[in-house]
């Protein structure tokens, strides 16, 4: 029915994979996968992923206000925070009430050497982007035996 | 192996995704509400563009289903994620007295809204008592 751009399709297998490698979201030794590692339902979302050359954020927040988004690099720590106002409709008998409503905060660690100067951001369909460059220094270099 | 739940039925909490042909199926937060007018159903489906949303109405079942689109440079690998599939699904069932002829739909940042207004000759009335 749908067909779906191959490099999407592929990172997120790899991520399904990884994830059963590791025995789910805590890891193999039911240790969690990461000291700021969040319950599962927590909002948004968040994957991370990086090349050699940038590492790449993507937090699931649909329906947000981009204004209220405060997003802050300190040396390899992401910080998203913000707020999603849901209206309730007093008349109304609600039956499911799912959704996230209220403030919100992550804290990420990343590759030691992403570079805070080097950030851009956008909103598109729900999802925050968020690219950071990393540093020449961080990158593999190849050595050749003399 | 698809998820069901009656819109008028109240569930509390949200079940795992599940896993079925080796995908693994996101199951969309939703909030759904009554009033005079009909059910609004409101589904966070964040990286689902309008041309990947697929709503379907077939005998009082109602489908939503979505993929995700993100845009990934090349090269880059996992390193922690909490979204691990690429497909949102979730069915619910309608009532009779919902007019699926008229539902509005609308998708913006993410966030599906659908409309359901009921039957105009359903739509409940206030009777009046006349004291003697």
Redesign the interface.
Known sequence: MFSYPTSVDSLFNELARLSRDLGGPYGAWGMPASIRAAARGTFPAINIGASDDEVEVYAFAPGIDTSSLDISVQRNVLTVAGERKLERQPEAEYYLNERMSGTFRRVMSLPDDVDPDKVEANYRDGVLHIRMQRSEQGKPRQIRPQ | MNEK?D?????RG?T?PRQGDGE?ELLP???????DAGI?L?A??????KD?L?IQIDHNNLTI?G????????????????????RYRRSFSLSPELDTENVDANL????LSLKIPKRAELQPRRIEVKAH
């Open positions: 739940t819109m008028t039925t109240a569930e949200r795992l693994i937060a939703v909030d759904i509400y009554e009033n609004t409101e966070d489906l964040p990286g689902v563009s990947r697929d289903e993929e995700v689109a993100v845009e990934v440079s090349e090269n880059v690998k996992p390193l922690y994620a909490d979204v691990r599939g690429t913006g940042n993410g966030v």
